[in-house]
């Protein structure tokens, strides 16, 4: 088997008792054998031994990529796996959490590109902007029809589905087939899709796919008309990135972390003992832990295990916690926090009241320091 002139000695090897063909890898070329006993014995032992090679070959690599993937993920996946396995996520929390088709084409209205593309979207939806920018679109499909065309089909069909099945993933429970939720069957048998709360989060993956399909566009260009396609590309990639930019970024000013509020600096001289600040969280949104943030930063500084915190994953009781101490003080949330071997009770002055101040007192707890913006209290 060999890939052969293409032109010098074809008319020649046609008269021979030979049969032209395709080069294994594709190229065009002869794949001759020189006669009948030829094609029955050694031709057929050739393609064989080719054959065989190759798949073997094959579950070669496969071997070896699940061997370099189980190294470098299940460090991760197994401890995650056991650390995660007690949590649940509702239904209704995953769909609220899912993409819908119209987020795809939803950008977020301070990007620089959003006014200039009057087919994008700015209601509707889950409330995810989750476009990918037309510049990586047109790059990616012209690195598509590239890659097609030119003898990277194997690479272009991966991207491209790639890109397909996460924005499927993406959609999670809003995408239905009647009564049947695709996205079941990951819950059901793929490791940790059950407790991941956010599928829209896959919308991640279908860029870095595009990416890839988008690499073979540039270099398309990049070897079209010379200079004249590197400028273009050079252009269209720029363009590109200033489409999705979001600037100026939004920073939030750290200086309540930064300086070490005074309650923070005594707090780091006391007696081990764990921490609670009041008033607790209001509800589970977002919004309502900015302050809990700041006071785990803080807890880095003083050193005392906080009960108040934020995670994608609460600790079992935290909710229960959150609920009782909703009407501190109380009989039943001073036991609760002495359940939780909590000693100083770090309060806001405008939370503390003169009445909530009284009944603190009166329920065993001292009064330890006073700071500017809190007052702390032992409940030893």
């Known amino acids: ?95 609220r959490n899912s993409a819908q088709w119209v987020d795809y084409v939803r950008l977020d209205v301070r990007s620089w590109g959003h006014a200039g593309m009057p087919w994008l979207r700015e209601e509707g939806g889950s409330g995810q902007r989750l476009y990918p920018g037309t510049g990586l679109l047109g790059l990616a499909v012209l690195g598509f029809a590239a890659g097609w065309r030119g003898g990277r089909r194997g690479w272009a069909v991966f991207c491209a589905g790639g890109a397909a099945l996460a924005v499927l993933i993406s959609l999670g429970l809003n995408l239905h087939l009647g009564e049947w939720h695709p996205y079941q069957l990951l819950r059901s048998f793929f490791p940790g899709y059950a407790q991941l709360r956010s599928p829209f989060r896959m919308a991640v993956f279908v860029q870095v796919f595009l990416v890839g399909l988008a690499a073979l566009g540039v270099g398309a260009l990049w070897g079209w008309r010379g200079r004249a396609g590197r400028g273009l590309a050079i252009l269209i990639v720029v363009l590109s990135l200033i489409e999705v930019l979001t600037p100026p970024a939004r920073l939030w000013s750290a200086d309540a972390v930064l300086d070490q509020p005074d309650w923070a600096r005594w707090l780091a001289t006391q007696p081990e003992g764990a921490v609670v600040m009041l008033p607790f969280n209001a509800s589970g949104k977002a919004s309502d832990f900015e302050d809990t943030t700041v006071g785990m930063v803080l807890s880095l500084f003083h050193g005392k295990p906080l009960v108040n915190g934020y995670s994608g994953f609460f600790p079992y009781g935290y909710r229960v916690t959150r609920e009782i101490l909703e009407g501190f003080p109380s009989e039943e949330g001073m036991a609760r926090l002495r359940k939780l071997g909590v000693v100083y009770v770090v309060t806001e002055r405008g939370w503390l009241t003169p009445e909530r101040a009284a009944s603190l007192e009166g329920l065993g707890a001292v009064r330890v320091f006073e700071g500017e913006g809190r007052v702390v209290f032992s409940v030893r």
């Open 1 to 95: 088997i060999g890939s052969g002139d293409r032109d010098g000695d074809r008319d020649r090897d046609r008269d021979r008792d030979g049969e032209w063909g395709l080069h294994p890898e594709g190229r065009a070329g002869r794949v001759r054998v020189n006669s009948e006993r030829s094609k029955s014995r050694g031709g057929g032992w050739v393609l064989g031994n080719w054959v065989i090679g190759d798949w073997v070959l094959g579950i070669r690599y496969w071997v070896l990529a699940a061997g370099v993937a189980g190294v470098l993920a299940l460090p991760v996946l197994v401890p995650q796996a056991r650390l995660t396995a007690k949590y649940f996520r509702s239904e209704r929390t995953i769909r």
